[in-house]
């Protein structure tokens, strides 16, 4: 092996070779710049490399500590079969003496450098004069790797020029490497991250349903359980705080998209100009401050599920283009005429009465029935009181961890939160429950602490009505009376009059109430139903 062969020297034009090897270094950067992939980004750099200082071939060779063998990473000029015969040992053959010393080499003519393996096999039939140079890839004095290439041979070359070069472009795959191990254990780290979580979430969600009393939230579960594997389009029907982006979160980690993205869009959160670009997507130069190109939400979900939150309060132009998209799967960013495709499953979720908003033109009925697929209403909390008991224990159960205290109530405390209506429904069960472990000075919850906070939303205990009156002299106003502290929940108010629910609903409907106040079964409405 000859090292320090560098003897010969012919006048070229230096000039030329210092233009290239200057849009070597630039091209290497702008690479290095915009790469997502390490090896796609390395053979794009040795491509350059090659074809413009005129190198037959090139080659990585990064070290793996635990296989404790160099590895061909990318390369240019080798075949697939030639790549994959290039694993050296530490110390094995020219490659192996460049990683292991740390000092770069020069073999003037390989075929006469007993040293040189020719591993790959790739220059057994060649008849031309061989040079190969190597240099050590070099990370904070820490040898990872070696960058090769092989050269025609000629008299007069500067091969010392050709080496300082080869340690620049070292230099900068180092810096490179290095970044995108940095970002590919990241990104491992997140997924690990992502599937406790998601693990932590169904486990949850399983776990309150498995103790639900609620014949309601049974019903939930099963839609959920059937609709998860499918690809069909759900909507999410209830009041705000129900949990609907829970459910949607949960039929998407049931299904075979569960390691994929899931993408939460709020319709109501943005202006429609931004929402249109943030769903789509854009061009540079589409509107003002479109300084680059940038990918929509839609994009980004590819493969996964988007969330369409509050689906109710989007333009009627853009219900438009999403009808389109839901349709066809496929959209144009603003300002460009690309049709692009995706494959995402759509879930939709809102607190609105859908079917009475096209009725009002307000919404438009034919995405409206692309939506409405597979409905799920999802009850609100005074629907289903027989699971606040269960809930509100669940509840403090996953808030004692994050509080390093273990809060219960009293039965009393328990029987004054069960008067409430909790028109904010879980999320404001979750709320309060919280607020009892900031203001709570004991770890027993009494009635008197509850009180305190609920003195100016719970309902004035008032005596009932003379249950002796027959149905058909109750007036309205009684009627409405009783309505109101159910929450208009028929079943509810005819219980406490001694009444059937028929009875009730008779006289209400001889009263004409019905157009007048808005009137609950105590269960989903049929429209929301999901009809098997």
């Known amino acids: 092996m000859r090292k320090d062969s560098f003897n010969k020297k012919v006048k070229i034009d230096e000039k030329s070779l210092e233009h290239r090897k200057l849009e070597v270094l630039h091209e290497a950067c702008r690479i290095i710049g915009k790469a997502l992939d390490l090896d796609n980004a390395l053979r794009e750099i040795l491509q350059v490399l090659a074809e413009k200082l005129r190198m037959k071939r090139a080659t990585i060779t990064l070290y793996d500590e635990e296989a404790d063998r160099l590895f061909i990473r990318a390369s240019y000029g080798l075949s697939p079969e030639e790549e994959a015969r290039g694993v050296y040992a530490p110390g094995e053959g020219i490659t192996g003496q460049v990683f292991l010393t740390g000092e770069p080499c020069v073999v003037l003519n390989v075929k006469q450098e007993p040293l040189f393996l020719n591993r ?64 590919e254990k990241r990104e491992i780290h997140l997924k690990q991250e992502n599937l406790l979580l998601r693990t932590e979430l169904k486990k949850r969600f399983s776990d309150f349903m498995a103790s639900s009393r609620s014949p309601e939230m049974q019903r939930v579960l099963t839609l959920v359980k059937q609709v998860a594997p499918t690809k069909a389009t759900v909507l999410l029907q209830g009041e705000s705080g129900t949990g609907k982006t829970l459910t949607a979160r949960l039929i998407h980690d049931l299904s075979p998209r569960a390691e994929k993205p899931f993408v939460k869009i709020n319709c109501a959160s943005l202006p429609e100009n931004l929402l249109e670009a943030e769903l789509f997507g854009y061009e540079k130069g589409a509107f003002t401050g479109a300084i680059r190109s940038k990918p929509g939400l839609l994009e980004e979900a ?231």
């Open 120 to 183: 790959t096999g790739a220059r057994k039939l060649e008849r031309e004069e061989i040079s190969f140079l190597a240099v050590p890839i070099m990370l904070e004095d820490k040898v990872i790797g070696v960058l090769s290439v092989d050269r025609l041979f000629e008299d007069g070359i500067d091969y010392h020029e050709d080496i300082n070069f080869l340690e620049i472009v070292a230099l900068l795959v180092a810096q490179f490497v290095q970044l995108r191990r940095s970002v």
């Open 302 to 532: 590819h493969e996964g599920t988007v969330f369409l939150d509050e689906i109710s309060e989007l333009s009627f132009e853009l219900q438009g283009k999403l009808l389109r998209f839901i349709q066809e799967r496929e959209f144009e960013r603003l300002g460009s005429t690309k049709t692009r495709r995706v494959d995402v499953r759509i879930i939709a979720a809102t607190n609105r009465d859908l079917e009475r908003l096209v009725r009002e033109g307000k919404f438009r009925e034919d995405l409206y029935f692309r939506l409405n697929v597979f409905p799920i209403y999802i009850p609100p909390l005074r629907e289903r009181l027989e699971d606040l008991p269960f809930l509100i224990n669940f509840i403090l159960r996953r808030l004692s961890k994050e509080y390093a205290r273990n809060l219960h109530l009293t039965p009393k405390a328990m029987e004054l939160m069960s008067r409430y209506h909790w028109p904010g429904n879980v999320r404001e069960l979750e709320n309060f429950l919280e607020r009892l472990f900031i203001l709570s000075d004991s770890d027993t919850v009494t009635e008197t602490l509850i009180s305190s906070l609920l003195k100016k939303v719970l309902p004035e205990e008032k005596p009932s009505l003379n249950l002796d009156i027959p149905p058909q002299e109750l007036s309205e106003e009684e009627i409405i009376e009783v309505l109101k502290r159910h929450n208009f929940i028929v079943a509810r108010a005819a219980k406490e009059l001694g009444l059937t629910f028929r009875q009730l609903r008779y006289r209400i409907q001889c009263l004409g109430l019905e157009e007048k106040i808005p009137l609950r079964r105590g269960r989903p409405p049929k429209t929301a139903s999901h009809k098997k």
